[in-house]
């Protein structure tokens, strides 16, 4: 039977997709079934606790700890604000008194007679999810969020950082194959989601910082100038949580490497439309891609995949190759030959044919290859 699996990678011009947005902690909902969302609509709110400042209160009065409940002018439970006196030695002969003043604000959560510690607890932090992308809400979790379902374009890439931003997509390139430099992003694409072609540079990532843009979509970036944007290395952990201005997106790998025709185009038919992008990326278990979703008013007719299923390896199927030595080539599966074959290596594998969009057919493990769904 010539057909195989693998992990799948969306390139799709109509999809339903559903975005699922929930708290970190319980909280209160505010949107109810059925309610049309806009991007900014705040879907759920909660409220997390303050940070804790401790003072040694019992040092600072020259005081012993089972003194200082008693010198206190603030009581447990009570607020208080930056710069107010916080307790008052008895001082000599009523004279002399020392005064600790609050060195944050917020309430005092207790105070040790054994320590002489007192613990000031900050003010509650707000914490609200937005719908991201505009639709209807088709499912209410309780006390956590819910489910916002939108008829969009999606596209999904390797690997981003930074967090959800949204703005029109702005084509800066010509070609997939077009490197993007600084002299290609211009001032008017503030806010915008600027798609390139092939690797982005540093310059021009630190030009599309300048100008005030909301995202920069290509198809590669050198490992050093992303290490250089962020002022570290990246761990093994999810990525998204970086506070580095600018959300960024390479959809085919890293190096020099264009983007594969069929991405650039959809996001080159949908300029000026705004688009919803999240860089947020995990590579181990519990895989999640970096993600374009471009909303769509007035959503073609569904397409019939003709009963085609996610991952599925068929003839004619959309593929990426994803290791060396063609890593980043795109093609279609040209054949699924059913014996394992010997590698180069000298060890015996499941293979396949790729029929390469730039021309020429290789044979590479089907481990090596991820389908493009659409």
């Keep these: 039977m010539a057909k195989a699996y693998t992990p799948g990678l969306k390139v799709v011009d109509h999809a339903l ?20 969302v806009q991007g900014s609509t705040v879907v759920a709110e909660t ?28 009581r447990v439970g009570e ?10 030695s008895k001082g000599v002969f009523g004279l002399m008194k020392t005064e600790v003043k609050a060195s944050a604000a917020g309430t005092v959560e207790s ?21 991201h992308v505009p639709g209807r809400v088709v499912q209410v979790l309780a006390s956590e969020g819910a489910v916002i379902e939108t008829d969009a374009a999606l596209v999904q890439g390797i690997f981003g ?40 540079t540093a310059t021009a990532i630190a030009r599309a910082k300048a100008v005030g843009a909301a995202a920069v979509v290509s198809g590669g970036i050198d490992d050093a100038d992303l290490r250089d944007f962020l002022g570290h290395d990246l761990g093994v ?60 008013e007035h959503a073609p007719a569904k397409v019939d995949r003709g ?39 000298g060890s015996k594998a499941r293979v396949l044919e790729v029929s390469l969009e730039q021309g020429g057919t290789v044979t590479v493990p089907r481990a090596n290859v991820e389908r493009i769904e659409g």
């Design 237 to 296: 952990a999810i990525t998204g949580s970086e506070k580095c201005g600018l959300t960024l997106i390479i959809t085919e790998g890293f190096g020099e490497i264009a983007m594969a025709r069929r991405t650039f185009a959809l996001l080159a038919g949908h300029q000026g439309r705004e688009a919803c992008v999240n860089g947020a990326t995990q590579i181990r278990a519990g895989v999640m891609r970096p993600e374009i979703v471009v909303p769509i």
């Design 161 to 200: 950082v930074g967090g959800e931003v949204r703005g029109p997509i702005a084509l800066a390139c010509r070609a997939p194959e077009e490197e993007l430099h600084e002299d290609l992003i211009k001032p008017e694409m503030k806010g915008c989601v600027i798609v390139g072609g092939a690797r982005m």
């Design 79 to 88: 607020a208080v604000a930056k710069d107010e006196v916080l307790a008052r």
């Design 47 to 74: 409220f997390l606790e303050g940070d804790v400042t401790p003072m040694k209160v019992a040092n600072l009065l020259a005081c012993q700890p089972k003194d200082l409940p008693g010198l206190m002018l603030k």
């Design 307 to 345: 009963g085609a299923v996610d991952g599925e390896l068929s003839i004619g199927a959309p593929v990426r190759i994803i290791r060396d030595p063609h890593f980043g080539l795109i093609g279609k599966v040209a054949g699924l030959p059913e014996r394992p074959a010997l590698l180069d290596s």
């Design 17 to 36: 997709h559903r975005a699922r947005r929930v708290l970190p902690t319980p909280g209160e909902v505010r949107v109810a079934l059925g309610d049309r």
């Design 111 to 131: 105070v040790s007679d054994s320590s002489g510690l007192v613990l000031i607890r900050g003010p509650r932090q707000p914490v609200q999810v937005l719908a």
